[in-house]
């Protein structure tokens, strides 16, 4: 007797995943999936930083949201190519999803992409969408506590920006409590503290991307 198998959600969106992956690496593009909660300054980080990215490289966006285009259009103001793709609803974005954007990109000659997830420190965590590095944003608004209670969030970030630095001292944010419970999670990630209104970090976040091993392949 054939048995049927039903195949988990998360299986058929790694296989995805690695087509995404398999793609990007044989076009020498690196792709860097930024997740972060809703408003924790995603899209200003990439306002900040393409300005400086582009002159080097060859950089595309993809952003998801549940609606509107607003995101991608700040993406479009600064002249950068960007899809927006939109879940309908959905709380996070897929491999299957991703795959549908890069379709949509001209992919010959890049070196960098963005994905900006769907604002939300839950779903877009069990995701792989076939990047090669996790940027997590958290943001000083939301609350010191959220990389212990969030931790599925921040365990495979390869970089933890902590945004909105220049809230600090209006806010009870304790940074020291905050990178201590990271550390908790996650041993490894580089921690940049940010602040979009001075710039500050944005140097650091620059370099930290040019770093990434893909990008010195041509
Ligand atoms: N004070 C301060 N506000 C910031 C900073 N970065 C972003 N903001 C504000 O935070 C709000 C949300 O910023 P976005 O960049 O849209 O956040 P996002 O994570 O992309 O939001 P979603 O895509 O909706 O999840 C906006 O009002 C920004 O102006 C910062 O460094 N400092
Ligand atoms: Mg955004």
């Known amino acids: 007797m054939k048995i049927e198998v039903v195949r988990k959600v998360l299986e058929k969106n790694d296989q995805a995943a690695q087509q ?3 793609r990007l690496d044989e076009l020498g593009i690196t792709c860097f999936n930024i997740l972060g909660g809703a408003g924790s300054g995603k899209t200003s980080l990439l306002e900040a930083l393409l300005p400086r990215l582009k002159n080097k490289y060859c950089v595309a ?8 285009t607003r995101d ?3 993406i479009a103001a600064l002249d950068v190519p960007v899809v927006q793709i939109l879940t309908d609803g959905g709380c996070h974005l897929n491999a299957t999803l991703v795959q549908q954007g890069l379709s949509r990109l001209e ?3 890049l070196n960098l992409l963005f994905v900006e997830n769907v604002g939300n420190p839950i779903c877009p965590a069990n995701f792989d ?3 090669h590095r996790r940027i997590v944003v958290l943001s000083v608004a939301e609350g010191d506590d959220k990389p212990s209670k969030y931790p599925l969030l921040f365990k495979d970030a390869d970089l933890i920006v902590i945004s909105k630095c220049d809230l ?6 304790n940074l020291s409590a905050a990178l201590r419970d990271i550390r908790c999670v996650n041993s490894q990630a580089r921690v940049i503290q940010t602040d979009t209104k001075t710039l500050r970090g944005i140097d650091e976040l620059s370099q930290w991307v040019s770093a990434e091993p893909l990008l010195g392949k041509d």
């Not at 966006?61 to 509107?68: K, M, P, R, Y």
């Not at 600090?168 to 944010?173: A, I, S």
């Open 168 to 173: 600090l001292e209006h806010t009870r944010f």
């Open 72 to 74: 991608a259009e700040r």
């Open 20 to 22: 995404n992956r398999r």
């Open 129 to 131: 969408l076939g990047e």
């Open 61 to 68: 966006v993809l952003e998801g949201d549940l609606a509107t």
């Open 107 to 109: 992919l010959v000659g």
